[in-house]
């Protein structure tokens, strides 16, 4: 079947605007993460869904990063006024349930900040 | 804190070769801990999952062993092939949201 997806697969924008990211994932997957993987920091979790609820956001680096979903299947992943340490590649992921279970990742989205 | 550590960060062997890469884990108190591989420019690909009670998992030429009292765990790539030059990435779960915290990878180059 088909695997999450992820699109724009590349993103260049100017520092300031606004970008949103969006995330498909397995149909029928609860669970969804975002993940961001830079050259200093490696890659670091951002935010967790399970269905429509984010009850883990501990990962969101500062109040310009929010993210939604909507139907319990798409995620939408918006940064606020853009930096240039924003840059970096954005991965999804999605599991049957959270918790323990299997996470298959997207292609991600590499987004640089001019 | 959960960090994860893996060692090497790089390593480069002949073809045919058999290898163990490293991933140490500070806190055992772990749900999973998963292996990955990512080609440049993508993203990752599951490799094995290792659920808390087990030891190991095998798949094809690659084995995963897990030692939660000693925080360790080591992938073992039978046979090499250049196939299997990628960067390898172990995460571990111990929250119960499931967020994985990755090591920084190890980058394997096999030579033909």
């Known amino acids: 079947g088909a695997g999450v997806s992820q699109s724009p697969s590349n993103k260049v924008t100017e520092k300031g605007k606004d970008v949103e990211l969006r995330c498909d994932p397995i149909s029928g997957h609860t669970a969804l993460y975002w993940y961001r993987q830079s050259l200093g920091q490696g890659l670091e979790f951002l935010i967790y869904f399970q269905g429509n609820s984010a009850p883990d956001k501990s990962g969101l680096p500062s109040d310009r990063f929010s993210a939604e979903r909507t139907g319990g299947s798409v995620s939408t992943l918006t940064i606020q006024r853009t930096q240039q340490e924003d840059s970096a590649v954005y991965l999804c992921?999605?599991?049957?349930?959270?918790?323990?279970?299997?996470?298959?990742f997207g292609p991600g989205t590499r987004l640089t900040v001019t | 804190k959960q960090e994860v550590t893996q060692i090497p960060a790089a390593l480069s062997v002949p073809e045919g070769e058999n290898l163990v890469l490293n991933c140490s884990f500070t806190?055992?108190?772990?749900?999973?801990l998963q292996w990955f591989r990512q080609d440049p420019g993508k993203g990752l690909t599951s490799l094995l999952l290792i659920q808390s009670s087990q030891r190991e998992q095998t798949s094809g030429r690659l084995n995963a062993s897990l030692d939660k009292s000693s925080g360790r765990s080591t992938l073992y790539i039978a046979a090499s092939q250049p196939g299997d030059s990628a960067t390898y990435l172990c995460a571990v779960i111990s929250g119960n949201t499931g967020k994985l915290i990755f090591g920084q990878g190890t980058t394997l180059q096999v030579k033909p």
């Open positions: 806190d055992s108190a772990i749900y999973n």
């Open positions: 992921a999605s599991s049957t349930q959270g918790g323990v279970y299997e996470q298959y």
